[in-house]
């Protein structure tokens, strides 16, 4: 385990390095979480039926999003591990006496991390002090709290393992532009970015609930506000480790069945 | 102009080298604004109707704004790009030509497959027409062109600003995605959902309320006054890009070549 931790140690000081660019993207950040949560209040300010997610609810959603967008979302990716596939300098990264799969996720997960420590603390602490309605909530109780930390923590494993079959693809089709487009939309959409997941019809939310996007972000969120009650959020937290499981195992074969067919080209 | 096409034709027959590729991020890309329309058919067959408009009116305000987008995003993808060329000194080749630097700018890439964006909102525009109960005449054919015409010179202008920045910064900023990306999430909504300080902003700072929001209003015949006035509001967001060819050229005079 120990190469793997320096690794996540490593890219975690590299990617603390870029502050100027998590400035941009804090402001950038609170652009968007302010339009959203226009746009649901004026949505919301009309409504005769009640809505499944109160205000508040939602509010706590759109800045958790917004706080842990580089966290969780498919198209911040790393440019390097492309150019390794591609230019075939994959053939040192097969000298390290490291497994390939643990390696790229330690390095995956730890640029997920630098960038979310640099942007999510100023949003959230703002985010706390805004005026109604847009001020963010605290979750009702500590337990409550507990449960989105580990669900939160989990969501991130699962998304990193599904980032994974991006670099995967890449064997396949030579650039990443196709599969990070298509699974970038999909995976945005299902996630509950676009339009959280409570809201839309239930047809799809069952098929949200089917996919594994949506145990990445949504879930996690939801917990926090209380939205999904506690001895519910038992549930999700076992759903989420089975999908975690799935996802890097199936990952592990299709990386050990793509690296049998690469072809370095010499240079 | 000739020379414009002809940048266009020569990027146009180099990009269908890859002809597979091309139509697959096209049809990526038709998939984008798509998730977004289904978000916003989502929203509507939920809670009806937002601050008394109906989704087939907001649907229009969607259309306009992205037929806009990405019309502007394929002609205008130099600027958009224009760090690289910065970065890398080759702006200084573009500097000892004796052409237009606007024109060799625009021209140094264009982006086709939003091509893919556009038939989005091409399809989006006219289902939403047709549910729509407009009477239309002369006027308001004319209206609805010229809001579309508006909203690309608004965002040409502003991926223009952002260029500029460049100057300054050589890298891009991600700062300028808010008024580009954020300016077109933010106007396919009718601004008048908005708080008061963002309506004003997106009206009288960067008019994308003229774009679309105005004379929206007259197409759906909320408006009482001269038709002719609102035929013209779309014009003001043409003008939009007058400064920011100002600011353009006093960036030019400020360039300092990174020599590499």
């Given at each position: 385990m120990k190469p793997y931790f320096s690794v996540i140690k490593l890219r975690l000081l590299y990617g603390l390095q870029y502050r100027g660019a998590a400035f941009a993207g804090v402001a950038t950040q609170f652009f968007w979480g302010f339009m959203y949560i226009m746009i649901f209040e004026a949505f919301y300010s009309h409504t005769?039926?009640?809505?499944?997610?109160?205000?508040n609810e939602l509010v706590a959603y759109v800045w958790l999003q917004q706080a842990?967008?580089?966290?969780?979302?498919?198209?911040?990716?790393?440019?390097?591990i492309f150019d390794l596939i591609t230019k075939g300098n994959i053939a040192y990264e097969l000298c390290r006496p490291c497994e390939l799969y643990g390696l790229w996720y330690a390095k995956l997960l730890a640029q997920r991390l630098a960038a979310a420590l640099l942007r999510s603390f100023p949003i959230l602490i703002i985010a706390f002090l805004l005026p109604q309605p847009y001020r963010m909530m605290l979750p009702p109780s500590l337990t409550t709290f507990l449960f989105f930390l580990i669900a939160l923590v989990l969501g991130l494993l699962i998304l990193v393992s599904i980032s994974m079959f991006i670099y995967i693809s890449v064997f396949i089709t030579m650039s990443p532009t196709g599969s990070l487009l298509m699974l970038g939309v999909v995976g945005e959409f299902f996630a509950g970015l676009i339009l959280p997941?409570?809201?839309?019809?239930?047809?799809?939310?069952?098929?949200?609930?089917?996919l594994p996007f949506r145990w990445t972000m949504d879930f996690p969120f939801r917990v926090y506000s209380g939205q999904i009650p506690e001895d519910q959020a038992w549930i999700g937290l076992v759903v989420q480790l089975v999908?975690?499981?799935?996802?890097?195992?199936?990952?592990?074969?299709?990386?050990?069945?793509?690296?049998?067919?690469v072809v370095v080209q010499g240079g | 102009m000739i020379l414009f096409g002809k940048y266009m034709s020569i990027l146009f027959k180099a990009q269908m080298q890859y002809r597979t590729s091309f139509f697959l991020l096209s049809l990526g890309q038709f998939f984008v604004p798509f998730s977004?329309?289904?978000?916003?058919?989502?929203?509507?067959?939920?809670?009806?109707?937002?601050?008394?408009?109906?989704?087939?009116?907001?649907?229009?305000?969607?259309?306009?704004?992205?037929?806009?987008?990405?019309?502007?995003?394929?002609?205008?993808?130099?600027?958009?790009?224009f760090s690289s060329l910065v970065a890398s000194g080759e702006f200084d080749r573009l500097l000892v030509r004796p052409r237009?630097?606007?024109?060799?700018?625009?021209?140094?890439?264009?982006e086709f497959t939003r091509i893919g964006r556009l038939a989005q909102s091409v399809a989006v525009m006219i289902w939403v027409l047709i549910h729509l109960p407009i009477e239309w005449d002369a006027i308001k054919v004319v209206t609805l062109i010229l809001m579309v015409i508006s909203g690309v010179f608004i965002f040409t202008g502003i991926f223009m600003l952002a260029a500029t920045l460049c100057f300054w910064t050589i890298q891009a900023i991600e700062v300028a995605n808010i008024?580009?990306?954020g300016g077109r999430e933010m106007a396919q909504y009718p601004l008048s959902i908005y708080k008061k300080w963002v309506t004003r902003f997106f009206t009288f700072v960067i008019p994308f309320g003229c774009t679309n929001y105005l004379p929206l209003l007259f197409l759906l015949g909320k408006t009482t006054g001269p038709d002719f006035i609102y035929m013209l509001i779309p014009l003001v967001g043409v003008f939009f890009i007058l400064p920011c060819l100002l600011i353009w050229q006093f960036g030019v005079k400020h360039y300092r070549s990174t020599g590499s």
């Open positions: 005769h039926t009640e809505p499944p997610m109160t205000l842990f967008l580089t966290l969780m979302a498919l198209w911040f990716s790393d440019n390097e997941i409570p809201l839309m019809p239930s047809w799809m939310q069952v098929l949200a609930s089917c999908w975690l499981v799935v996802l890097v195992i199936l990952g592990r074969f299709c990386l050990r069945k793509a690296l049998g067919k | 977004v329309f289904a978000g916003l058919y989502f929203l509507f067959a939920r809670f009806g109707q937002v601050e008394g408009w109906s989704f087939y009116e907001v649907g229009l305000c969607f259309a306009v704004i992205h037929m806009a987008f990405a019309i502007s995003e394929c002609l205008a993808r130099g600027f958009d790009s237009n630097t606007i024109l060799q700018v625009l021209g140094s890439k264009f008024f580009t990306d």
